[in-house]
Structure formats: C-alpha cells, structure tokens
C-alpha cells in the first residue's frame, strides 16, 4: 500500500492580511480503544475580516480544530501536531498563561448550546464582565457598564435590569445573544462560532446570523464558522472549507464551492437536501452508506467507500483505494479526478438534479 | 441498499383521499404546579389549544412550527401517549380520546408512531429481531412463515441486512437505528404513522435515506403519514399538506402548495423567509425571496398573548387583534382548502418587497449604523 501520508497543500503561502493560519494540523486522541485521529493534515488561512464556514457532518472533525486553537483540549489525552500561527504568534506550543491571555480577549467562541455555555451560578451581567475585567484591567463598575452596553449592542431590552439576571431567566435566543455580547466583549480578532444557531428555532436563527453578520461589520473580526447546514453557510460565509472524516476535501468561495463544486462529497451533499425550490417529483439522491469511524478510517481517500466516482479515476485501478489525493492551494478539491472530469460531471450529472 | 424491494400488498384496501383521522378541538393543558408545602395548580401551559386537522387515507400531512408550539404534544395526543384535556379525535369515524386501553387495543395497531431520537428509543438490552417483533408479540398476532420471517421482511423493507436479526441496536449508526424504528413501525401494517421530527437527529447525507424510506413506504403501502417536523424544506418535500403552529394554535392550513408559494398569515411569511437557503442558480444576486425578521422569541405558552396569539411579533397587528380570537377560515383569494386563522392577512406571495420588514430592533440599530 503506498498511502500518501505527506500534508495537504497549504493555501497560498502569504495570503493578505491572513491574519490565522494553520498549517498541517494534527489532533489525536487516545481512547480505549486506541487512537483516533480526529484532524488529519488540515491546513487553512483566515484573513481579517473574513468569515470562513467550515462544513461537515458530525465527526468530521470541525469543532475539534476550533477548539485546538483555542487549546481547549485535555492535553493528558490529545495529541496535537502542525502550526497553529495566530497573528505571528505560534499556539501549538504556547504556554497555558498565554493561552489564557488569548482566550475571550483576542480570540473568542460562541458555543452550541448557550444553555449549558453559561454558567447557571452567575448573572449574565458578570459573566460579560469578567473578561473584560481580567483582559483590560478595568473596574469592576466599568466593565459591568461595559456589560451593559453589550447587553443592549445584541439587542437585549432593557440591557441594565436583564444584565441581572440568571442565564436560566433568558430564553434561548436571548442566551445565545448574551454569548455573542460575551464573545465580542474585549474586541476579538478572531470569533469561531461553533454551530451557534443550530440549537435555536428558525426564525430566532434568521435573527442571529444577521445579528453576527451585522457585528462583524462593526467589530471587524474573523470569523470562523462552523456548521453542518449548507444553507446558513451560503448566508453567512466569504470562503468555505467542506470537511470530511478529519480531512478538508474542498475550498474555495462561496461562490465557487456552492455553484461549481469538485468534490464528489460537495456533490452529495447537496444532491441530498432538500430545498424549499427544489423539483418535489425527484426523490432526494443520498451518500450511500454512512461516516466511517475514525478509528479505522479508510485507506486512501477517505471518501472511497460512499464516492460513486472512483471507477472513472484515470491511472491506475484502485488508486483511490491507496493514493490519499491531496488539496491544493486556494481554489482546490482533494479528489484524483481530472479537473476537466469533475467540470463536466457536475454540468451533465449533477446540476440537472438540482434543478 | 435495497430501495427496489417488492413490498407485499396491504391487507384490505382502502380508498385514497377519505378521512382517517379528524381531530377536532383537540386541547391539552399541562398543569403547573407551584408553592409550598403543599404544590397547588398555579397555572397551565397551553400546549395545544383547540386545535382541527384531518388526515385523509394515504396522505402525508404535515405539522410545521417552532419549538414548544404544540406540535409533538398533538402527536402524542393523537397516538393516545397523553391525555387530551379537551377535544376528539376520531379515527376512522369513532371517537377514540376517552377510550379505555381496551377499546384502544385494536386501533393501537393501526396507528404507529417513529420517534426523534433513535439512540433513546430503542431499548438497548433488546436484539433487533426482538425490538421489531415486540409490537406482534403484545398484540398476539402471528404472521404466516412465524415473527422471525415477518421480522426479516422489514429489515429488507427498510434497507437493512435481515442478516442483522440477532445484532443489538449499539452495532449500529445513526441512520440505520432509525431505519429499525421504521420496520417497528411497519411491523403491524399500520395505516397511520405519526413521524415526530424522525429524521432532524440525523447527519444530512444520512437524512435524505431516512427521508426516501418513509416515502417509499408511504407511497408503496399507501399508509398516511402525520409528519412533524421544524425543517420546512424536509416537510415540503414530504408532505401533501402542511398545517404551520403557533403557540398551541393552528394559524395556517392547506396545500403544499398553498402554504409554500401562497402563504397568507404573516407567521407563515416570516417562517419561509427565515429559511437560510443555498442559492444554486448563476444569475447572481439572490433576488425573489422576501427578508423579515421578527423580533424575540416565541411567548411563553403559559399565559399566551390575547386574541390572536402572533400579535405580539407581528408588524400588521392592530387594537382588533388583541381582543378578537382570528378564526381559522378560508379567506377571500385562498384556494379550497386554504385555511388561515388572520385579521389582516399578507399578499399571497413569497417574492421580495420594497422594504425588509425588520423588527429586531439590534438589527435596526445596527443596520441604519452600518448605511450612514
């Protein structure tokens, strides 16, 4: 077997302003039954300003590089490779008190589930406060008036008498804008939101990501975002990187990756949801089979087992069984297929299902 | 996966487009209790409040709304899990809310029901083949060729190895734990299904399966689903037609159709509108959809706003709606069948207005900063 175990591309090597940039992750974790190799060689580029959507299904391993950089994970447990470069300062190797002088100050995240992200003990006016109290060495009276205006900044009415109350007296979209207030407290450069609206009804949701989009032009920061949906993806992001089984199989701008997708993944994903325009006579097309563990992942191209397309792979049989095709830099899709061949598979069989 | 299985004929046939089920007035309080020592009834949540709805023989209707506007507790209402406070549900024509367990034992093999979550609803002590044949097994019923046989049918029929009889559910992922609901399901040939959100745990290359499971089954057995689910595009895509929630209240009924390109009640406008959707099409911007944005959360089900319930987020509301209950009717322009329960209801049309409507006010704020 000759798999090709060196990195994926990087993307272009100086990016403007390219502010984030991870090189060659690696995140393992030792479990009972042996390591699992959650990130595999991924490498990205955010610049400032941007927002960047990561897309995949569960275990694909997108909110395990989020909270790598963030250095969230147990290190008893986890093993962490590549470079992790955050405006010239290296986190793989940086110290706890230099993550902690990271963490809410000039990096922030927004969680899934506000309800249990916040701390039930607190008030929500303190749990805002404590960042900035820590990170700008202010008063205690200044940063609850910081707090304040936050509160009212994400909408939340009555911003000095709600600032008082417990996380479990706001309702769910009330909470997760309380978590945007926290996030943005201190300014961040950098804001990963890991599936933040996935937890909240759709029209709260609507709510929120437009509440963010419009912060965004305000704060300025990077945004990483997280997600499994394809639509809040197209709504939110300037670039996206399609994530499958711990590698990154496609990049690209939303443009690019939406309405000319490469990957046979790309494809399957969004031959399989259904839309509120699309054709109700046409059944749904589905992946065949389902993720594979990552405790066995497959040899090769990962996606080997589900792609319909391997046997229109030039070269050599069974090449996507033993040959790990690489992501490019930039534009690019980790697939041994021509780019000729995938042009013309997604304009003759793709695109016509998705009408 | 053996999507081209033959699948045996239903027992006795019955006629498409008749109705199966009819709900009408259908209420259920939950009480709240509250002080100390002794906890008194200091309230109700009204879950769901005097609800109609009719699913005909065969059809797939479905249920749409938010979080905590009554959807599952009607589900579960309708399948006898809980107790209705007012109301009935007639299945078939008799009146089956106050019936005793065993008056319910026969219709209870008619009515089925597939559950959200597949890891808590399978019990994880059982094999496979024990799961699927529980509900013959309860109702004394023996195939022909014996449970084991029937058993290995369904497996094929949902697209599962019959091989896997002996397996516990914990050998299997996501997608095919739901796949065993649904054989449970068809297990006694049922001719209702109530589907509560059955495919929204699942990953969404997994979820189109589910989805062309159930409509293989529905189509090819002819059995009628009551399809609850928040993913508007899922239920589009499944159901004939949709009735939308508010709040423990039907605001709007009718075809597929109806409710996607015609909606009229303006709940029904903001829901569609807040759909992120994928833009496939290459002439550029997204133009067409209208953009609204509510402000808030839903109300608190246990002391609703008065008159109509969507009054408080609503943008077209006036002094009539807090005082005067909207009846769900057809109103003037809406098709046969197109009920909407609104005073001043919106233009049949999801196209793209002059102006957004936006009433968050961080978002007004925030928008009018952005374009000075």
Same mark, same amino acid.
């Not at chain 1, 305000?218 to 939110?236: N, P, R, Y």
């Not at chain 1, 899709?333 to 304009?347: E, G, M, N, P, V």
């Given at each position: 077997?000759?798999?090709? &175990?060196?990195?994926?591309?990087?993307?272009?090597?100086?990016?403007?302003?390219?502010?984030?940039?991870?090189?060659?992750?690696?995140?393992?974790?030792?479990?009972?039954?042996?390591?699992?190799?959650?990130?595999?060689?991924?490498?990205?580029?955010?610049?400032? $300003?941007?927002?960047?959507?990561?897309?995949?299904?569960?275990?694909?391993?997108?909110?395990?590089?989020?909270? &790598?950089?963030?250095?969230?994970?147990?290190?008893?447990?986890?093993?962490?490779?590549?470079?992790?470069?955050?405006?010239?300062?290296?986190?793989?190797?940086?110290?706890?008190?230099?993550?902690?002088?990271?963490?809410?100050?000039? /990096?922030?995240?927004?969680?899934?589930?506000?309800?249990?992200?916040?701390?039930?003990?607190? &008030?929500?006016?303190?749990?805002?406060?404590?960042?900035?109290?820590?990170?700008?060495?202010?008063?205690?009276?200044?940063?609850?008036?910081? /707090?304040?205006?936050?509160?009212?900044?994400?909408?939340?009415?009555?911003?000095?008498?709600?600032?008082?109350?417990?996380?479990?007296?706001?309702?769910? $979209?009330?909470?997760?804008?309380?978590?945007?207030?926290?996030?943005?407290?201190?300014?961040?450069?950098?804001?990963?939101?890991?599936?933040?609206?996935?937890?909240?009804?759709?029209?709260?949701?609507?709510?929120?990501?437009?509440?963010?989009?419009?912060?965004?032009?305000?704060?300025?920061?990077?945004?990483?975002?997280?997600?499994?949906?394809?639509?809040?993806?197209?709504?939110?992001?300037?670039?996206?990187?399609?994530?499958?089984?711990?590698?990154?199989?496609?990049?690209?701008?939303?443009?690019?990756?939406?309405?000319?997708?490469?990957?046979?993944?790309?494809?399957?994903?969004?031959?399989?949801?259904?839309?509120?325009?699309?054709?109700?006579?046409?059944?749904?097309?589905?992946?065949?089979?389902?993720?594979?563990?990552?405790?066995?992942?497959?040899?090769?191209?990962?996606?080997?087992?589900?792609? &319909?397309?391997?046997?229109?792979?030039?070269?050599? /049989?069974?090449?996507?069984?033993?040959?790990?095709?690489?992501?490019?830099?930039?534009?690019?899709?980790?697939?041994?297929?021509?780019?000729?061949?995938?042009?013309?598979?997604?304009?003759?069989?793709?695109?016509?299902?998705?009408? | 996966?053996?999507?081209?299985?033959?699948?045996?004929?239903?027992?006795?046939?019955?006629?498409?487009?008749?109705?199966?089920?009819?709900?009408?007035?259908?209420?259920?309080?939950?009480?709240?209790?509250?002080?100390?020592?002794?906890?008194?009834?200091?309230?109700?949540?009204?879950?769901?409040?005097?609800?109609?709805?009719? !699913?005909?023989?065969?059809?797939?209707?479905?249920?749409?709304?938010?979080?905590?506007?009554?959807?599952?507790?009607?589900?579960?209402?309708?399948?006898?899990?809980?107790?209705?406070?007012?109301?009935?549900?007639?299945?078939?024509?008799?009146?089956?809310?106050?019936?005793?367990?065993?008056?319910?034992?026969?219709?209870?093999?008619?009515?089925?029901?597939?559950?959200?979550?597949?890891?808590?609803?399978?019990?994880?002590?059982?094999?496979?083949?024990?799961?699927?044949?529980?509900?013959?097994?309860?109702?004394?019923?023996?195939?022909?060729?014996?449970?084991?046989?029937?058993?290995?049918?369904?497996?094929?029929? !949902?697209?599962?190895?019959?091989? *896997?009889?002996?397996?516990?559910?914990?050998?299997?992922?996501?997608?095919?734990?739901?796949?065993?609901?649904?054989?449970?399901?068809?297990?006694?040939?049922?001719?209702?299904? !109530?589907?509560?959100?059955?495919?929204?745990?699942?990953?969404?290359?997994?979820?189109?399966?589910?989805?062309?499971?159930?409509?293989?089954?529905?189509?090819?057995?002819?059995?009628?689903?009551?399809?609850?689910?928040?993913?508007?595009?899922?239920?589009?895509?499944?159901?004939?037609?949709?009735?939308?929630?508010?709040?423990?209240?039907?605001?709007?009924?009718?075809?597929?159709?109806?409710?996607?390109?015609?909606?009229?009640?303006?709940?029904?406008?903001?829901?569609?509108?807040?759909?992120?959707?994928?833009?496939?099409?290459?002439?550029?911007?997204?133009?067409?959809?209208?953009?609204?944005?509510?402000?808030?959360?839903?109300?608190?089900?246990?002391?609703?706003?008065?008159?109509?319930?969507?009054?408080?987020?609503?943008?077209?509301?006036?002094?009539?709606?807090?005082?005067?209950?909207?009846?769900?009717?057809?109103?003037?322009?809406?098709?046969?069948?197109?009920?909407?329960?609104? *005073?001043?209801?919106?233009?049949?049309?999801?196209?793209?207005?002059?102006?957004?409507? !936006?009433?968050?006010?961080?978002?007004?704020?925030?928008?009018?900063?952005?374009?000075?």
């Amino acid at each position: 077997m000759t798999t090709v &175990t060196k990195p994926e591309g990087a993307p272009a090597a100086n990016a403007p302003d390219g502010f984030l940039s991870v090189r060659d992750l690696q995140v393992t974790f030792s479990t009972e039954d042996g390591p699992v190799k959650a990130v595999d060689g991924l490498s990205f580029d955010l610049a400032r $300003g941007r927002t960047l959507g990561i897309v995949g299904e569960s275990g694909s391993g997108k909110s395990v590089t989020n909270l &790598t950089v963030l250095g969230l994970h147990n290190p008893l447990f986890t093993k962490t490779d590549g470079e992790i470069v955050l405006d010239g300062k290296e986190l793989i190797t940086a110290t706890e008190k230099e993550m902690e002088e990271l963490r809410g100050n000039r /990096a922030a995240m927004i969680f899934q589930d506000p309800l249990t992200a916040l701390s039930p003990f607190y &008030t929500v006016g303190r749990q805002i406060a404590e960042p900035y109290m820590k990170h700008r060495k202010v008063s205690k009276k200044a940063a609850w008036e910081r /707090a304040v205006e936050m509160l009212a900044k994400v909408g939340i009415p009555n911003p000095r008498e709600r600032a008082k109350d417990y996380p479990h007296q706001f309702s769910g $979209g009330m909470r997760q804008r309380a978590m945007i207030a926290m996030a943005l407290v201190c300014d961040p450069d950098l804001l990963i939101a890991d599936e933040p609206t996935t937890a909240l009804d759709v029209t709260v949701q609507a709510q929120i990501l437009d509440l963010l989009k419009d912060l965004q032009q305000e704060f300025g920061s990077g945004i990483i975002f997280i997600t499994h949906d394809l639509g809040v993806i197209a709504d939110m992001a300037d670039d996206i990187m399609v994530m499958y089984a711990g590698n990154a199989v496609e990049r690209g701008t939303v443009d690019e990756v939406l309405r000319a997708p490469q990957h046979p993944y790309t494809w399957g994903l969004l031959n399989s949801m259904p839309r509120l325009d699309s054709d109700l006579d046409t059944p749904l097309s589905p992946i065949p089979g389902s993720p594979p563990s990552l405790l066995h992942p497959p040899s090769g191209c990962r996606f080997h087992p589900r792609c &319909t397309f391997q046997d229109r792979v030039a070269g050599a /049989a069974g090449r996507c069984v033993d040959e790990r095709p690489l992501l490019g830099p930039d534009r690019a899709s980790a697939c041994h297929l021509t780019a000729d061949q995938k042009r013309t598979i997604f304009i003759e069989e793709i695109k016509p299902r998705l009408a | 996966m053996t999507e081209d299985t033959v699948l045996p004929a239903q027992r006795e046939q019955v006629t498409v487009g008749e109705p199966l089920l009819e709900v009408s007035g259908l209420t259920k309080y939950f009480p709240v209790k509250g002080g100390f020592p002794i906890k008194r009834t200091v309230g109700h949540v009204q879950a769901v409040d005097g609800i109609d709805l009719t !699913v005909r023989v065969g059809e797939s209707f479905g249920l749409v709304g938010e979080s905590g506007c009554g959807k599952s507790t009607t589900g579960r209402l309708i399948t006898r899990l809980l107790e209705p406070t007012s109301g009935s549900i007639a299945y078939r024509g008799k009146d089956i809310s106050r019936a005793t367990r065993r008056q319910l034992a026969p219709i209870r093999s008619e009515i089925q029901m597939i559950f959200q979550d597949p890891y808590s609803s399978l019990n994880p002590r059982q094999t496979v083949g024990k799961i699927i044949s529980g509900p013959m097994e309860i109702n004394g019923i023996t195939p022909e060729g014996g449970r084991e046989k029937r058993v290995r049918e369904l497996l094929e029929i !949902v697209g599962l190895n019959p091989e *896997h009889f002996n397996r516990f559910p914990h050998e299997f992922s996501g997608g095919q734990r739901q796949r065993i609901g649904v054989a449970r399901a068809l297990a006694l040939e049922p001719k209702l299904i !109530v589907a509560d959100e059955p495919v929204s745990a699942l990953d969404v290359s997994i979820q189109a399966q589910v989805v062309n499971l159930l409509q293989k089954v529905q189509k090819e057995l002819g059995i009628a689903f009551l399809f609850i689910a928040h993913d508007l595009a899922v239920v589009r895509h499944f159901s004939q037609r949709v009735a939308v929630m508010y709040l423990g209240k039907i605001i709007e009924v009718g075809d597929r159709e109806a409710i996607y390109n015609r909606p009229r009640h303006p709940y029904t406008h903001a829901l569609l509108s807040a759909v992120p959707e994928v833009n496939l099409t290459d002439d550029g911007e997204s133009a067409g959809r209208e953009r609204i944005r509510l402000a808030g959360d839903v109300p608190s089900p246990i002391s609703p706003p008065s008159g109509c319930r969507f009054r408080t987020r609503c943008w077209k509301a006036q002094d009539k709606c807090a005082t005067e209950e909207p009846p769900l009717v057809r109103i003037s322009g809406n098709q046969e069948g197109h009920l909407t329960a609104c *005073h001043f209801p919106e233009e049949p049309t999801t196209e793209a207005r002059d102006e957004d409507i !936006v009433l968050d006010p961080a978002l007004v704020a925030l928008e009018e900063g952005a374009g000075e």
